[in-house]
Structures are given as structure tokens and as C-alpha cells.
């Protein structure tokens, strides 16, 4: 991996912050975007603009192209068996609210139980309390212990006649975890029982393939892998997709209305009601190229090693403390600094140039279950190097000591 190539090739990196060189390790909130990204914007907007799927002229013909090229591109990056698995939503959150509004609404009744580690993002929390408080159902934690690793012989207690959904994030976003999900999987469909795999914090780090997870549904927000915000995906298995019922209703979604009935558009379409996010679906296929084109591999190797580098340089200074530990984690270090507030540590720190994030990375059972209610939160991505790590240990270390 040529990092200065790469480094190059994000142009927001050459700006400065607070006349300092910007240093970019909030890749965990969103990532920064690639020249070939932004053009692709661009020239969307400048040569093919249209709506798709209607319209017999050049333009939506084009247009169509480009988006459902992108798909097909999103499709192989994941390992699907056809695009019609790949549903475009707005990113994760909008990926679960969708499977909890059908998947779940279709499946899960009076006094069943939905399985979510202790580790998960609010939007893998939200839509499942908001789904139970409807149809009197309830959500039942993984536990994890203090390392930030799921109890695996607790997690196969859980199941119970009642187990109706398990829903897991693949990457802690503030403990770097990388949790076990195809055994994970293996175990739940032992129990005859589906499951979602929240891709966010994994999908742009880690090589996936969804076929190989046997993953019944699948989330990528294309903003946490250099692609554009308002753009993500659902992957769901085509024999579910099936037989779910569309939670949104609306134009492009449809093959005959009259106003006693409605007949719907095969996968995907009939999930996608309304205008689509065209020209950011196009930025984050070329996103996709841009990620193949290094290779997963590579960036899997990277990002592990500059882990790992920040792991040892970090525990080396006195009064911090790491909040997840786990033997197989990537790319997010969450600490705590005894006697100093996170959020002004982010606030001096950015006086430097540097990013960080402090709070609770919408992740506040976790961060309840390690007794604390605020971290601060530094995260990788591809471009970040062994320096970045160093200007932010020296960072801190120069604010611990005033
Ligand atoms: N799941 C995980 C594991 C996440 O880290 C996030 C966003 C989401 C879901 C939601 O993604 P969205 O694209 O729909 O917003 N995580 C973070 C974060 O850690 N800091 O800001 C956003």
C-alpha cells in the first residue's frame, strides 16, 4: 500500500486547521472522500443527470446505467449472489429501521425476544425498542466481558423458543471489537432464527462477503467507506426480501395501482419508493473501485497494524486507559485520561489540527456497562500513518502535563 499515493489522493487532507496540517482519526463518525469520489459527483451532475427507471431519452437511460451499474459493484464488493439482494437506503440507519418495519413487523409478536449484544450503535438499539413497544415484544442483551469480547457460551443461553431475531454489529465503533459474527450466525440459524449484521464500522475495513457470513441481512453506510453521505445499503437474503412487505409506498416501487390495490415492483425496487439518492449511489460505487483498487486485503493489514501501534502507544501513557481490549479488534481506540474531561481534550487537541471524537459514540449501553459516560475516541482509516498516531500521543501528552 503507497501511503503518499493514497494520502494524495484525499484532497482534504492538505488543508489546515488551526494553521495546523489537518489530522483526520474521526474515520469512525465518516471518512474523508477521494478525488475520484468527488468527481464522480460531478460528473453525474454535469453529463448524465435524469431520473431513473422512466423517461425514454438519453439522459435516464444513461443515469439508469450509472446507478444500477453501482449496485452491481456494491453487490460484488459484499459477495452477493445478485444485485436485486441490494436494497439503496439514506446508510445503517435507515437499513435497520427498514427490516425492523417489515422483516420484523411480518415476524416478531406478543412476547418474543430479539437478541442485541451489549456493543451496539443506537440505530441497531432504537428501531427494535420501537418495534417491541408496539407488538409487546423485548429486546434481550449479549452480555460481553470487561475486554470488550462477546460471552459466547452466554450468547448461546439465550435462545429460547420465544428468540425471533438476533441483530449484531460486525465492529464495535467504540471498542474496535471484531466480533465473531458467522459463528455467531451459525448458532442463530441452529435456532431457526434470522440475522442482521450491522456492516458499518466493518464493511469498510475488513474484507465481507455475505454468502460466506450466510448473513440474512447485511448494512454498509457509504460515508464510513469514502463514498458520500445519504447513501447505503441493504443487503437481505432474495427468499426473505420476498416475502417482506414494503414499509415505504410511493412511485417507482410499483407495477399497477388502482386505489383498492397496489401490485408491487420486483427486488429491489419495491423498497426503494421515491426518487433515489442517484448521483451519491454513483459516488459510492466509485467509492467501491476506489477501496478494490487498493484491495481489502491491504487495508485489513494496514489498519490492524496501526491498531495495534496505537494500542501500545497509547497504554504507554500514564492515566489512560483503553475501553475495549479485545485480542481481535481494528481501527477505533476509545480511552479515558484520569482527571481530564474528553470533550476539552477533543477541543485542545483540535487546536492542533488533530480529530477526535469525545462522547458516547451514540453507543451509551456500553459505555454504562464500563462505568463511564464519555470517551475519547480516535479511529483509523486508510490514509492515516504511524506519524498520525505520533502527533496524537504527543498531543495529549503535552496537555496531561500542563
Ligand atoms: N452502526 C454502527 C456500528 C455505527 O458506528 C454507526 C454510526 C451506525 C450504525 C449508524 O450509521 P449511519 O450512517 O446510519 O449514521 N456511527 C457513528 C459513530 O461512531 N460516530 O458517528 C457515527
Not at 5 to 15: C, E, G, Q, V
Not at 38 to 43: A, F, P, T
Not at 253 to 281: C, H, Q, S, W
Not at 350 to 364: F, P, S, T, Y
Request: aromatic share 6%; proline share 4%.
Amino acid at each position: 500500500m503507497k501511503l503518499d499515493t493514497i494520502r494524495s489522493d484525499f484532497p482534504i487532507l492538505k488543508r489546515k486547521v488551526n494553521d495546523h496540517s489537518l489530522i483526520w482519526l474521526d474515520n469512525a463518525a465518516t471518512t474523508q472522500k477521494p478525488h475520484c469520489v468527488i468527481e464522480s459527483l460531478s460528473r453525474y451532475y454535469k453529463e448524465n443527470n435524469s431520473n431513473v427507471h422512466r423517461g425514454a431519452h438519453t439522459l435516464a437511460k444513461e443515469a439508469t446505467e450509472e446507478y444500477e451499474a453501482a449496485r452491481k459493484k456494491i453487490q460484488k464488493f459484499i459477495g452477493a449472489s445478485s444485485p436485486e439482494e441490494v436494497v439503496f437506503v439514506r446508510g445503517t440507519t435507515e437499513a435497520i429501521n427498514l427490516v425492523a418495519n417489515t422483516y420484523g413487523n411480518l415476524t416478531i409478536g406478543r412476547g418474543d425476544e430479539i437478541l442485541l449484544t451489549q456493543m451496539e450503535h443506537h440505530s441497531n438499539i432504537v428501531p427494535w425498542q420501537m418495534l417491541c413497544k408496539y407488538k409487546g415484544a423485548r429486546i434481550i442483551p449479549i452480555p460481553i466481558n470487561k475486554k470488550g469480547d462477546i460471552i459466547l457460551e452466554e450468547y448461546e443461553k439465550l435462545f429460547t423458543p420465544r428468540t425471533r431475531m438476533v441483530s449484531i454489529t460486525q465492529v464495535s465503533n467504540v471498542l474496535g471489537t471484531i466480533n465473531p459474527v458467522k459463528q455467531m450466525i451459525n448458532i442463530a440459524h441452529s435456532h431457526g432464527v434470522s440475522v442482521l449484521v450491522d456492516g458499518a464500522q466493518g464493511a469498510p475495513h475488513l474484507g465481507v462477503n455475505v454468502q460466506d457470513l450466510d448473513a440474512d441481512f447485511y448494512t454498509l453506510s457509504g460515508h464510513k467507506a469514502y463514498g458520500p453521505t445519504g447513501i447505503g445499503i441493504l443487503y437481505g437474503k432474495k427468499a426473505l426480501l420476498e416475502n417482506m412487505i414494503p414499509w415505504q409506498g410511493g412511485g417507482g416501487m410499483i407495477k399497477d395501482v388502482d386505489f383498492d390495490r397496489t401490485v408491487y415492483l420486483e427486488l429491489p425496487y419495491k423498497f426503494e419508493a421515491g426518487t433515489g439518492n442517484i448521483a451519491d449511489a454513483v459516488g459510492l460505487g466509485a467509492a467501491i473501485d476506489y477501496l478494490e483498487g487498493i484491495g481489502m486485503y491491504n487495508i485489513e493489514h494496514h489498519e490492524q497494524e496501526l491498531t495495534r501501534y496505537a494500542t501500545e502507544a497509547l497504554s504507554s501513557i500514564n492515566g489512560l486507559h483503553i475501553i475495549g481490549n479485545a485480542p481481535h479488534k481494528t481501527s477505533v481506540m476509545s480511552f479515558i485520561i484520569e482527571g481530564i474531561d474528553p470533550s476539552k481534550m477533543a477541543g485542545l487537541l483540535d487546536q492542533e489540527g488533530i480529530a477526535v471524537r469525545a462522547g458516547h459514540h451514540c453507543a451509551q449501553p456500553v459505555l454504562k456497562y464500563f462505568g463511564v459516560d464519555s470517551t475519547l475516541r480516535a479511529s483509523i482509516g486508510i490514509y492515516n500513518t504511524h506519524k498520525d498516531i505520533d502527533a496524537l500521543v504527543q498531543g495529549l501528552l503535552k496537555h496531561i502535563n500542563q
